[in-house]
């Protein structure tokens, strides 16, 4: 479990699309006690459900959405070139679905 929430905070501070509105230096990301639990859970349900990667999860952006009683957590390469659809050839994307109510891994689409 320490690795997972070691992770998660490391994921946390890669959501490069969510900068903090801080006038703090060295801030790069403001995320709620909320969102980290989602994202614990996220790499929870990805490890014990034997969804693993072959690359680091440092470089993705994450994406957190809530959608009616599910959240999704996407995965993609910040540097993906336009017009390309899914995963880029530097990057797989993938997103994980979460139910909302107990935060338990529903589905987790992508190349397994």
Known sequence: M???VIAALLL???IGSAKAESSQPGVRVAI???DLRILE???LGMTENGY???APLEGYVL???EKGDIYVVYFSDPNRPAGVMGS???MQEFQVQLRKDDLAFINWVGVK
């Open 52 to 54: 693993g990667l072959s």
């Open 2 to 4: 320490k690795q997972v």
């Open 88 to 90: 880029s050839p530097n």
């Open 12 to 14: 946390a501070a890669t």
């Open 32 to 34: 709620s006690g909320d």
């Open 41 to 43: 859970a996220t790499l």
């Open 63 to 65: 994406t957190l959405v």
